[in-house]
Structure formats: structure tokens, C-alpha cells
């Protein structure tokens, strides 16, 4: 048979069952059994039930019994039955249960429970005429849920009731909502399981979820929880052990330990358990011989917020004052009498410590100064109708600590004081329920009241709160003429009374250190008007939203979120690292500006019937200088989100940039919560890290001493301007520097060096150091601590280094090309020069012999592969050894000129005296030519080549003075290369060779005259 999930079955009908004529009908139903009027329904949905008459007509006026949640006389949620059982209007009734957000309606809020069974009484009007005229309708949501299963229970499948469907076991079980993989029926059952199970119900096929719950709850505790080792706390001067399990804070009845997650390794002796960091445990309760299921608690180890014993009850839940110290004594005794709101501990030389046993408060017999209480109602309100817990509803202590009585019989003006030592954390919370005579005595210091006093390791107070009987407080309710827990009318007037709430102090500041509580409750003093308090779940470490909404208003201002400015390589600060334990410290020199201060708050808050309005007048943050003097308060501060306010600081804003600024934060509150004239100022304040403007150094050039050369002393303050260089000259009167011989002594300010501008050189390479700080005096600033420079001063005592003497490096020589300039690579003396030199080594390169005696890198050549020069030029080459002493070696670059060749070369001619137009030649015939602009010719050779081809390759004409030109054309170029003999250097040249062909002569026409006249004559 296939088995479906009610969620997504097909049939949905409605069901009728006939009871003596009359009949009752639901629809729609996911499954009906109209023999035991159960059905299982969608409780998501109008569930209409109807009951007919033995007419077969619907009946109205139908009254159900209490309790009727989700039954509606109308489709959805129209018209709640609540307080009217009876549905006059309509002949159907609804059950719906969707949840709702109808504060009005009485029905939880959160709709009906899955899986789930509400059983329905109803009563039909006489004229119906049924018999019976009641009956009752259970309608289950979708499910069951077995909620009776404990721990080791071997309880099976065939055991879960199921409103009396496996009664006698045997039902069909499955381990899907499918139903398609059965179990047997004798499977044992586990917590926290669904099974699935078809009830055998004629008509119904699908298989309904049955949740296997525990029926106890786990115990109650933050899974994970944070511890204090031995060293955290005796490093805050505390003599405590380790923590143990037994210090783990889980409310419950019963509890048992465990460590492993099944269950089955038991811890019994949980004081003997030291805890560390990553650790779980696991811890259940029984309640009724029933155990729950194991909770895990994870274990993280605290390097600070330690305090032992906060909810007053070991790890049985009985009460433990341990780690707690009280004092009492008359406040009547003029010579230890101390008004209310005083400054200053309340626990005189006078006072003695109470030493006597802390029983559990009961208003008849035993009322003491110190009693614990457990829960219940706090009697004397409860005789006047206000019904308020004797311990702290938000956590789930069962023990809270009362402090000074209430009865007012015992005569005595007591006061008394609960002291708590903690190591501290960002805040310190804890609940409270103050309750307070009300006499109405003229000043403030003579009525009964209630102290909050915060110390530092070192007794400073520096957090107070103080609380007088007063109606117009707006924390108090008030109620007139009270009534004593026995009924018989109170003397007093008034009595003021909080509600359960809770306080919360800014401790970031003390983050680490031993702190102190201090809470004191005194009655009047003057007669027997009493004060009283209740004090439950302290708690220390790290703020968090939702931990506490305190009374008494808070205000914190997050420290400022950025780096600072970076120092110089050379700087040997150490900037302080943020601990993890302390409180944030100032940035020093912002680099972003401007600054965005930010926070959080809560408004104080008011009691119950009082009546009129807390008003947030205004939020002002000031940045405060070291001498307390407030230097800028923003004029307007945003609220970005309820609860959150920023300002925003610019650097113009700080007028004298020196030392450190904190940042103070005040709220200002205008309380109205009395009658005509009963308005209040109250206050709150909070500070944060802030910043520093602290020195930034240069670094300085060292001291070089080399070769013996140095002098007895050394003017050490002629560091001074390079240490003061990142500010212009015109300040550097508001900085002071000082020498110390170590770094450890200038780091503390110890042993400087008495003698600095004639510090004796010493013999050996040395550093001393120098450290920067501000002129505090001239400044007129308050010296700030961790705000200065540091840098190192070397000496070196050194030798020079060994190079080759002048001359005898080798010269690099380079004929000029005619280009104007032209570049060499000087850097090939560079093995001979560092022959003697051991590395590591610098070389430089000049060509100014005083830019390399100088050294400072005027006119280094930065490329020597690659110097460009026009003329012949020495290289000097400085080499800088390990000890930076230096030497200098150098050599020439020389650049020789060409040859000078005259630019018009005459041309030799040869005239073909056999017309073959070859002729040969005597090439050195132009020689004289060729040199004839140098004075020696003789240091010049003339190579002659046939061809520019051949100049190139070097092929010379093998016998200049007989060459034979190639016969055509008759002009041939020969190529002459003219070579200076002592440099090397080469001049190109070119002239002509010309064979002329020799002219041809015509024989002549021969005529002949007649000699007419015999003179031989014509």
C-alpha cells in the first residue's frame, strides 16, 4: 500500500459522527476518526466544525469551554470566542491557527503548535435536543509529538501512545515521510527523531510524523563560554587557580556532566577538571528522575574579563557567596556615619566586614542586612498587588543576593556594602530591583539609597552611580500608602520600588587590571526608613547588542579605527600594539583626516507608572589636550542609525598639534517623570583612546673616521638638523634631541650622554642613539608617554680602502669620430681597481675630482658603461668599503684625433700610349698630398685600395707604385685610408686615376703651286 506524507495527501474531505441523533462535522480534515471525534487537520487553514440538531439543522449558540485557542466565529480569525464561550452568531465554528499579530486577540500570538493535539468541550443549547448535550473534539495539527522521552531510555516504537491508537502496538512504522522504508515496531526509539506511522484508521492511507522529543529541556547556558587560566589571573594580582568545570555558569536542576557528546563518560568531581581552550563538555538535567539531552558547551580561554561565582549558586544551584566580601554597621554612629551619595569608599576603618551566615530571606524570620533570596514574589510587593520576582527574570539564576533588611524593626540605621573584585573587560553588567522607603526628607543625603562605586587596581574611584528614595526618579514606580506583607497599613507614605532591570559600566579603560565593585544600600539617617536591593547575574567581558539595556542610561565612544603615520626606515620606535587585554591605545599621527569619532548609547530608562518623558537634550564629544584643557567640541553630532551617533574632527580643528587628545563623550538628559517642577538633569559620560602628535625623525648620515684620520671628538648635536629635517627650520626649536650610548636607555629616558658635542671618538666603530621628543616646556603641553623618535648614529672608525696608485691603471683610449660627442664604457678598470678591496664594496664614478672627494653623488656618473665625452677627460672612480672609508683611483680617457687629410686630393693621369686604356700607376705619387696638412708626415702610412669594399675588408692594392687600372672606365676611384702611426687613429680619403688616350695625328692633303715667278714663292 503506498504511503503518503499528511502534508501532501490527496484527500481532503470532511468527517461526521451521529451521537444520538445529533452528529458533529469537520471539514476539512486530512484523516477523521468520527468514533473517537479525533481528527487530524491543516492548521493552516479555516477547520469549519459543525453540530447538527436531531433535526439535521446546523446549531448556533454553541459554548465551548476553556481553553478555546484558535476558535473563531468566523472564517479567518474573524471574531476571537476569548472571554465568550458561547458562538451566537454563527452555527459553525473555526479553528484557525496561523499565527497572528492581533495584540487584542488572547490566542498565542505565534499560532498553534505542529504536531500537536487541543481537545475541545462543547455544550449545546437545550432546544438542540441531543443527548448527550456535551461532548468533546480533538483536533491533532498534522502530527504527534512525544515529548516523555529521557535520556537512556530504552522506550520502543509499540510504547508511544498516540491518543490510544497503539494502545496495542503493531501500527506500521516507517523511517520516511514517503513511507516506503519500514522499521519494525520494536525499534527503540532516540530523541530528537521523526518517525513515521500509519494509524490503521479505516479510510486513511497516508503516514503521519510522530517527533520524539525529551521531556526534560536542556539546561540553560551560552554554548560557548569563556574561562580565565592561572596566569591570567594572578597576572591581574589575583591568587585564583585555574578555572574548573565547576565555574562554568549552566541553570538547571540536577545537572550532570559528561565528556563525550553520547553520554556515556560521566564526570562526577567537576572541581578536579582544570578547562583549556577549544574544550566541550557536555551537561544535562533531570527534573522528575527524567534527564535531557546533553548540551555541548565549548570552552575559549579569556586573557581578561575574569570573575568567579557571578550568579551567586555553585554548580548544584545552591547558594555560593563565594568571591564576595560584605560589610554592615550602624549608620546611626556619628563617628562612622556616612550620608547617602558620598565619594569615596563606604567601607571605613570603622566598618566591620559581615561575617555572619547568609540565610535565604524571608520578610518574618530572617531579614537580615546580607540574605540570598530564591524565587518567588517580593512580599511587600505583593501586599500591595505588583507581582515582582525575588531574583532577575533575564537570566536563569535561581539565587539573587539581598541587600541591608526591610522590616525596619531592628532599630538600626544600617548601612551595607557588597564588594566584588573582578579582572575587567569592556563592560561590567549586572540586574537589580532597588526598593526604598520613601520618608521624604528635605536633602538628598538623608534618605535611604542605593551606591554604585567602580575602583581601579590602584582604589581610584572612577565610576559612580547613586540612587535616593525619591518618586520623581524616573526609574522608580511608586506606590502611596503601602501596605506591610502582613496587611497592616506601613508608616511610610511612599515606597519606590524598580522594576527587575539591569546596569551596565564602561570598563574598556580598566580592560586587565584588578577592579573593584562596590555596592551600598543604607537606610536613613535618622530613623528606620529602610533601603533594600536585589542583585543578580553579574557579568564581565565584551559588549555585545542586546546585553544589557541598562537603567542608568550608557554611552560608549569606539576607539579610532586607522594607523598612523609611518616612521623612517632609519627609526628604531617600536609603535605599541593594540593588547589584547587593555585599553585600545591612541593612534599616533593620523594619516587620514578628517577623523570620524563614533558610538553607541542607551536611554536611561523609566518605571512602569511613572508618567511624563526622558528627553536626550544633547550628545556632546570634546577633544581634550594632555593638560585636561578641552581644545574643540564639534558643533553637531549625526545619528546614522538609532542608538549610534558620529562627529567628525578635522585636522585645523586641533590648534596646538603636539602630544596626545583623548576623546570624552557626554550625554545629557532632561528627566521628567514627577509631578509639576519634579524635572531633573542626569548625565552620562564615556571616553575613548584617542590620538597623538608625536615627533618623526629623519635619519641621519653616520660619522665616518678612516685611515687614522680621525679627531679626539665628535660634535654629536651636528646630527641635529638631519634628526629634525621632516620640519622646517622655524620650528625646530619646539623638538629636543638627545644622545644615549644604548637603545634601551634612550627607549627609558636613562644614563644620556652628558657630553655630546665633545663625545670622545672612540676607537672603534661604534652607534649611539638619538631620540627625538617634543620641547614640552617651551610647548607648554603635558609630556605624553610613548611619543618619540628614535634613530641610530654611527661612528665608523675605519680604514681606506687599498687601490691602484695614480698612473697605472690603464687608460681608455678612443680616437674622435668627428661626431662632436661620443660614449665609452669606463667601467672596464673595475677588477683591477677592487684587486686589494674586500666585499662588499661601492664604486662611483666622477670626472670631477671634487664631486668624488665629496661623495655626496654630485656629478656621479650613473652609467659608466655608457660615459659620453667629447674631449679627453680623467676618470676618478671612489671605492667605498665596509667601513664607508673611501679611496679614490683613476685613469684617463683620452681621446686622440683622425689623421687631417686635405679635402680635395689632386688626381693622377696616365695617357694610353697603346690605346688599351690601361696604364699603370704610382699610387704613392699623391702621398706627399695626402699628408700634407700634418707637420710629421712621416708618423702617417697611406694604404691604397681599389675598391671602398675592399678599405672595409682591409685588401689592399698589392704594389701602389705600379698599379694597373682596370681599363674601363677610363676613370677609376682608389680608396685611401691614412692611418696616425702613434694612435692609431684612421683618416678616409678618395682621388681618381685617369687613363687619357694619346691623340691621333691626320696626314695632311699635299698641293702643289707652280713657281711663276722662280723666287721659290707664291
Known sequence: ??????????????????????????????????????????????????????LGAPVTGVSWASPRDFLYMFPNQGLYLGANPTNGFNNTTYFNGNPHSNVNNPYPQIGAEPNSTYTYTYTLPGSAGCTPSTGQITLITGGFTYDDFCKDDITTLDDIPLEGYNASGGLSWYSDAAGTASIPNSTQIQGQQTYYVDLGITGCSEVFPVVVEYGTPIPQAESIQTFCTAATWQAAGFANSTDDLSSVVVCGQNLQWYSDAAGTMPINNINSISLADGDTYYVTQTISGCESEPLAVNLLENECACIENPSYQDASGAFDADG???????????????????????????????????????????????????????????????????????????????????????????????????????????????????????????????????????????????????????????????????????????????????????????QGQKARLEITVGDCIYS???????????????????????????????????????????????????????????????????????????????????????????????????????????????????????????????PDP????????????????????????????????????????????????????????????????????????????????????????????????????????????????ARLDFDYTALGVAPTSDCYDLVPVDINIGQNPVVPAAGTLADVVLCDDGSGTQTVDVSGNETAIVANVPAPYVLEYYDVLANAQSGNGTGEILDPTNYA????????????????????????????????????????????????GVMTFDLTDNEAAIVANEPNPGDYTVTYYASAGDRTNGTAVPNATAFANTGSPDIMTIYVLVEDTSTGCTTEAEFDIEVIAIPTATMPVTYELCDTNGDSQE
Open 1 to 54: 500500500m503506498k504511503k503518503f506524507l499528511l502534508l501532501l495527501v490527496t484527500f481532503i474531505g470532511s468527517y461526521v459522527s451521529v451521537h444520538s441523533q445529533c452528529d458533529v462535522s469537520v471539514s476539512p480534515v486530512l484523516c477523521g476518526d468520527p468514533a473517537t471525534n479525533i481528527y487530524i487537520i491543516d492548521p493552516t487553514v479555516d477547520v469549519g466544525i459543525q453540530i447538527n440538531d436531531i
Open 324 to 510: 564576595y566580601t560584605f560589610y554592615t554597621h550602624d549608620n546611626h554612629t556619628p563617628a562612622s556615619q556616612v550620608e547617602a551619595c558620598n565619594t569615596g569608599s563606604y567601607i571605613l576603618s570603622s566598618v566591620p566586614q559581615y561575617t555572619s551566615t547568609i540565610d535565604e530571606y524571608n520578610y518574618n524570620t530572617s531579614n537580615d542586612q546580607v540574605n540570598y533570596a530564591s524565587p518567588g514574589w517580593e512580599p511587600w510587593l505583593l501586599a500591595n498587588g505588583v507581582q515582582m520576582p525575588k531574583t532577575s527574570p533575564f537570566g536563569c539564576s535561581d539565587k539573587s543576593i539581598k541587600l541591608n533588611g526591610d522590616n525596619g524593626s531592628h532599630g538600626a540605621r544600617t548601612r551595607t556594602t557588597m564588594v566584588k573584585e573582578f579582572v575587567a573587560g569592556e563592560v561590567l553588567a549586572f540586574d537589580f530591583m532597588f526598593m526604598m522607603d520613601d520618608p521624604g526628607h528635605p536633602t538628598i543625603q538623608e534618605q535611604p539609597f542605593v551606591t554604585i562605586k567602580l575602583f581601579d587596581e590602584n582604589g581610584n574611584e572612577v565610576q559612580s552611580r547613586c540612587v535616593v528614595a525619591d518618586p520623581d526618579n524616573c526609574i522608580f514606580n511608586n506606590i502611596s500608602n503601602p501596605l506591610k506583607p502582613d496587611g497592616t497599613a506601613h508608616s511610610t507614605p511612599n515606597l519606590v520600588y524598580t522594576d527587575w532591570s539591569c546596569i551596565k559600566l564602561n570598563t574598556i579603560e580598566l
Open 528 to 654: 528606620v526608613h529602610w533601603g533594600t536591593a536585589y542583585i543578580d547575574n553579574l557579568y564581565v567581558g565584551e559588549d555585545s547588542p542586546g546585553l544589557c539595556d541598562s537603567a542608568f542610561g550608557y554611552m560608549a565612544v569606539d576607539p579610532i579605527d586607522q594607523v598612523g603615520e609611518s616612521y623612517e626606515a632609519c627609526s628604531l620606535f617600536q609603535e605599541p600594539i593594540d593588547p589584547n587585554c587593555a585599553p585600545a591605545l591612541a593612534v599616533i599621527n593620523p594619516s587620514t583626516w578628517p577623523i570620524e569619532v563614533c558610538g553607541t548609547y542607551n536611554n536611561p530608562s523609566e518605571g512602569t507608572t511613572a508618567t511624563g518623558s526622558i528627553t536626550l537634550d544633547d550628545i556632546v564629544i570634546n577633544v581634550v589636550d594632555g593638560n585636561g584643557n578641552v581644545v574643540f567640541t564639534p558643533s553637531a553630532y549625526s545619528s546614522p542609525n538609532p542608538g549610534e551617533f558620529c562627529v567628525t574632527i578635522n585636522q585645523g580643528d586641533i
Open 658 to 769: 603636539y602630544g596626545e587628545f583623548t576623546i570624552e563623550g557626554f550625554m545629557e538628559y532632561n528627566m521628567v517623570c514627577g509631578g509639576p517642577g519634579s524635572n531633573y538633569t542626569y548625565n552620562i559620560q564615556a571616553q575613548s583612546n584617542g590620538f597623538k602628535f608625536c615627533p618623526i625623525a629623519g635619519c641621519p648620515s653616520s660619522f665616518d673616521f678612516c685611515g687614522g684620520g680621525a679627531s679626539p671628538t665628535v660634535n654629536l648635536t651636528t646630527k641635529d638638523a638631519e634628526i629634525k629635517a621632516n620640519y622646517p627650520v622655524a620650528d625646530h626649536g619646539d623638538y629636543v634631541v638627545t644622545y644615549y650610548p644604548t637603545e634601551n636607555d634612550a627607549h627609558n629616558e636613562t644614563n644620556p650622554i652628558t657630553n655630546p658635542t665633545t663625545y670622545p671618538t672612540p676607537a672603534v666603530s661604534e652607534t649611539v642613539y
Open 869 to 916: 665625452t667629447s674631449t679627453s677627460q680623467t676618470i676618478y672612480v671612489r671605492v667605498i668599503n665596509a667601513d664607508n672609508c673611501a679611496s679614490i683611483a683613476e685613469f684617463n680617457v683620452v681621446v686622440n684625433p683622425q689623421p687631417s687629410v686635405p679635402a680635395n686630393i689632386p688626381n693622377l693621369e696616365e695617357c694610353d700610349d697603346d690605346t688599351d
